[in-house]
């Protein structure tokens, strides 16, 4: 009858699945196309609650507000970190390998929806500000990998809101609102919030008394507080406590003010965090071949796949996943190159040097391999309003960078670069050229040597003090004669810890020649 019902009305391929989902009541998939809804009667359009935008050439949402009742909303856009091959700086269309793209230009209308009960946005890269102001009967929000994604607003009339999501959006600049944030944390209907680790630092540094209250509703199981990194889509994600993160950020300030001086510029900056992390993190190739082992146990993939919940492959799939961590990168000095670039990522957040994390492909892609997925991890740094690429990954150990400062056309020569980056612009002149850079890379070694002689120096200092203070008081309490003090000096300084200091006999001279003037007895 339902066949009947189309050839007499000859209408579309497009209004053949619309009507389809409609009579069939699976309103979950109602096909999203120009003019769709005259498809519909304002009756059954009415009777729509559900609706997902994905994967569709759609660049206009506006009749959205046709739909009185929808509570459901998903609109999600083809995975932007899926490799793509690069001609003379342009987009190959024919050899991406990526899902369409929806091409909203617009996410006004979102606004406008008051029935909206769960809304879920994600890869949308035109999506810059989302206004929640008006959705008075939302119960969930997930916002996923939306790139350029800066501003939520109107979260404090969110009042039955349950559920927060938000991750990889923005460039870890994703705007904080103390008002908001209060009203979310003093929400008692909320049930679980789940924000990115690179919003951490903003909040740490602007609210540091909101990261206190949710500490203690974590103490208190109050509420489920998780900060997530990594997550794409439904994969996976490593998930940390806000103590985890507060203990972690308490030691990156401490680096930050170990490398970098107060008149550093922003490449300065940059490369001074780049320089540490080379120097300082190791590759984790034992967790790497512990991970490859662990991809042939089918058990394992089942777990993966949900299909199996045991415990035990839970606890091996977080160790596995903290290798992709910048927490196992900045705690333990341990990671692959997800981890290196998320670590560069959060400390040029702490600097407020604007950066996000990329996928890519080792190496250019050939037309034998153009199903291979991304295998690897590079960063993307802001520098002087320019975008620049850095893999610390395979700058590690060197002593002369390869792949730091780099603009997108001369990174491709060694890297095929994800789908998302095809909207960056590459730079057509650099404002340092090598030698200005490789200048400025000898500045940072040389501000930390010299910092590194002056620590020593006040050890030396703080050392000899306490054996001064020593001997002074042996000589005050006792009355040891000269010769004892002179034979208990070299005793003292024989020790294995004051002979590891590197001026210990220029010390031990000067302690020596020292004019002593002992308080009277």
Not at 65 to 78: A, D, P, Q, T, V
Not at 235 to 244: D, E, I, M, P
Request: glycine letters at 4%; charged letters at 35%; hydrophobic letters at 30%.
């Amino acid at each position: 009858m339902k066949e009947d019902y189309t050839e007499e009305n000859s209408i579309s391929e497009d209004s053949i699945l619309a009507q389809k989902d409609f009579w069939n009541r699976n309103i979950d998939d109602v096909e999203y196309y120009d003019d769709w809804y005259k498809d519909f009667t304002q009756e059954e359009l009415d009777s729509i609650t559900e609706l997902n935008i994905c994967y569709e050439e759609v660049r206009d949402i506006k009749d959205l507000e046709k739909l009185h009742n929808l509570k459901k909303l998903s609109i999600i856009s083809g995975d932007s970190n899926l490799y793509a091959k690069f001609e003379n700086g342009e987009i190959d269309e024919e050899s991406c390998y990526f899902q369409e793209k929806t091409n909203i230009e617009d996410f006004g209308i979102l606004g406008k929806l008051k029935s909206i009960e769960e809304l879920r946005i994600e890869s949308e890269e035109n999506l810059s500000k989302l206004d929640v102001t008006n959705m008075k009967n939302l119960k969930k929000l997930e916002l996923i990998n939306n790139m350029n994604l800066k501003e939520v607003i109107g979260l404090n009339e969110t009042e039955n809101l349950e559920k927060i999501l938000m991750s990889k959006n923005g460039t870890g600049s994703l705007e904080l609102r103390e008002f908001d944030i209060m009203s979310t944390v003093e929400n008692r209907k909320l049930k679980e919030v789940i924000l990115d680790v690179d919003m951490f630092p903003n909040l740490i540094n602007k609210f540091p008394y909101l990261a206190e209250k949710i500490e203690e509703y974590e103490k208190n199981n109050k509420r489920v507080y998780t900060w997530i990194e990594n997550k794409i889509s439904n994969c996976w994600a490593n998930k940390f406590s806000t103590r985890n993160l507060k203990e972690m950020d308490i030691k990156v300030e401490e680096i930050l003010k170990n490398i970098i001086e107060p008149e550093y510029t922003e490449i300065e900056k940059t490369l001074a965090i780049y320089n540490y992390i080379t120097e300082n993190v190791d590759y984790d190739y034992k967790m790497l071949e512990f991970d490859e082992e662990m991809q042939k146990d089918m058990r394992y993939l089942l777990f993966l796949e949900g299909s199996s919940n045991k415990s035990s492959y839970s606890i091996i799939n977080k160790r596995l996943l903290s290798k992709h961590s910048s927490f196992n990168g900045i705690m333990k000095g341990k990671a692959v190159c997800q981890g290196y670039s998320q670590m560069m990522h959060y400390m040029l957040t702490k600097e407020n040097i604007e950066s996000r994390e990329i996928g890519c492909t080792a190496n250019p892609i050939t037309e034998e391999q153009e199903d291979k997925e991304i295998d690897h991890s590079v960063i993307r740094v802001k520098t002087d309003d320019e975008w620049y690429y850095y893999d610390p990954t395979w700058d590690t150990g060197k002593t002369k960078y390869e792949y730091a400062y780099k603009t997108k056309d001369e990174f491709y020569k060694k890297h095929t670069l994800s789908a998302g980056e095809e909207r960056i612009q590459s730079v057509k002149q650099k404002k340092y050229n090598n030698k200005e850079l490789e200048n400025k890379i000898n500045k940072i070694y040389s501000d930390k040597n010299d910092k590194i002689i002056k620590k020593q120096n006040e050890k030396k200092d703080t050392v000899y003090n306490r054996l001064f203070k020593g001997l002074k008081n042996l000589y005050n309490k006792f009355g040891i004669k000269k010769e004892e003090l002179k034979k208990g000096k070299e005793e003292l300084f024989n020790r294995e810890e004051i002979k590891r200091e590197n001026s210990y006999e220029k010390e031990k001279e000067v302690c020596n020649n020292e004019e002593i003037n002992f308080d009277e007895r």
